[in-house]
């Protein structure tokens, strides 16, 4: 295969993924690498800067870069990292006290991204599924008169709907579950021969990945005042600490106890967050998803869960627990997710796109997928 990178962004993740000389697939997670790479925060500071901003017409407050990230340290779960669904809202952009116009902030994130694209001869955008098609139409006009030259632009959704094709297909229609920090998205899909297709998408933001954080910082903050006496969320330094590594730990959480080692000059605590603990934090939520997912159900659908979604604690076995146990919860990891949406940019980039229009969009369907494993 042909060098191909695959930029992967979320409402918090910038990230590069290719293949190594293994064909393992690989992140460049570039927020971790260059704190000059624009991290977007949302920073309204109460009521009354809102209503004075909107009274002078220069929209919310945004900031970029190294400012952000300091914010974000100082508080994770306040500010707003949910770029993607937001950005059309703000007519400029902060880095400290600087003002910058939407080209500057892209060419400024271009300028970041050229050394690592610069290897590879076929890359594409892969954008959550829950932006607005008016709205990316014109984020990606924004981007390509800032340099943008990418051959596809792709909906993760629609990626993760082929994968479940080529791992657990024939199916006429599948119900796929995802979330990252902004949104539960679920997506109805059907077969139509030789198509894939997106018919619906249902977006849920009270129920992001954020929330789920959220309330695993209440249950290590009940179990440090069980313990100690103490509420880590009344010291600023403590809660960013638990947020930060509850954030980092997510995937462990199902099946294995959690050390969480709290030291800052108001607040010292050693927790460990149990399995059941976490699980018991979160069913209110994981019963919420799971609830929307048999509301949506129609006999004869598949149900796929992404693996982030189904990583969260009890989610899997609350899912299947509100279908009645009646059918197998699939779900869709990382690599076939990786290898779908790199096939789908390989099918567009095949086809003769003139350089002066748009990168392809993919963004409801995907065409003949079942001649994917001949023409890989």
Request: charged fraction near 20%; hydrophobic fraction near 45%; aromatic fraction near 8%.
């Amino acid at each position: 295969m042909m060098s191909l990178g695959l930029m992967e962004w979320t409402s918090r993740w910038l990230r590069v993924w290719r293949k190594d000389g293994r064909g393992d697939w690989f992140a460049e997670v570039l927020q971790d690498q260059a704190s000059t790479l624009p991290l977007i925060v949302h920073c309204q500071r109460n009521r009354s800067a809102a209503w004075l901003a909107g009274l002078l017409g220069i929209g919310s407050r945004w900031q970029v870069g190294w400012p952000a990230w300091k914010m974000y340290f100082l508080k994770p779960a306040e500010v707003l990292t949910d770029f993607l669904p937001h950005w059309h809202l703000a007519k400029s952009w902060r880095i400290g006290t600087t003002t910058i116009s939407t080209q500057q902030l892209l060419r400024l994130i271009l300028a970041q991204l050229a050394p690592v694209l610069q290897s590879t001869k076929t890359w594409s955008l892969l954008l959550p599924s829950y932006c607005e098609e008016q709205q990316l139409t014109d984020f990606l006009r924004q981007l390509r008169q800032a340099g943008l030259k990418a051959d596809a632009v792709l909906a993760q959704d629609l990626a993760l709907a082929c994968a479940a094709w080529q791992q657990h297909g024939p199916w006429t229609a599948a119900l796929l579950a995802d979330l990252d920090d902004h949104a539960l998205v679920v997506t109805q899909t059907i077969w139509n021969e030789p198509n894939l297709l997106i018919s619906r998408r249902h977006v849920f933001p009270e129920l992001g990945l954020r929330i789920w954080i959220t309330r695993l910082v209440q249950a290590c903050a009940d179990l440090s005042v069980r313990q100690t006496r103490q509420d880590p969320r009344l010291s600023r330094e403590a809660s960013q600490l638990l947020y930060l590594q509850l954030t980092a730990a997510l995937s462990r959480l199902q099946n294995e106890p959690l050390s969480l080692h709290v030291h800052v000059p108001d607040f010292h605590a050693e927790l460990v967050l149990t399995p059941d603990l976490a699980k018991q934090a979160c069913l209110p939520l994981a019963q919420m998803s799971a609830r929307i997912i048999r509301e949506l159900y129609v006999p004869n659908t598949e149900v796929f869960l992404s693996q982030r979604f189904a990583e969260l604690p009890d989610v899997i076995r609350v899912v299947y627990q509100a279908l009645g146990h009646r059918l197998p919860i699939f779900v869709v990891e990382q690599t076939p997710y990786l290898e779908s949406a790199a096939q789908l940019t390989l099918t567009s980039s095949s086809e003769a796109v003139p350089a002066e229009q748009m990168p392809a969009l993919l963004w409801r369907h995907a065409r003949s997928i079942h001649d994917w494993a001949e023409t890989s």
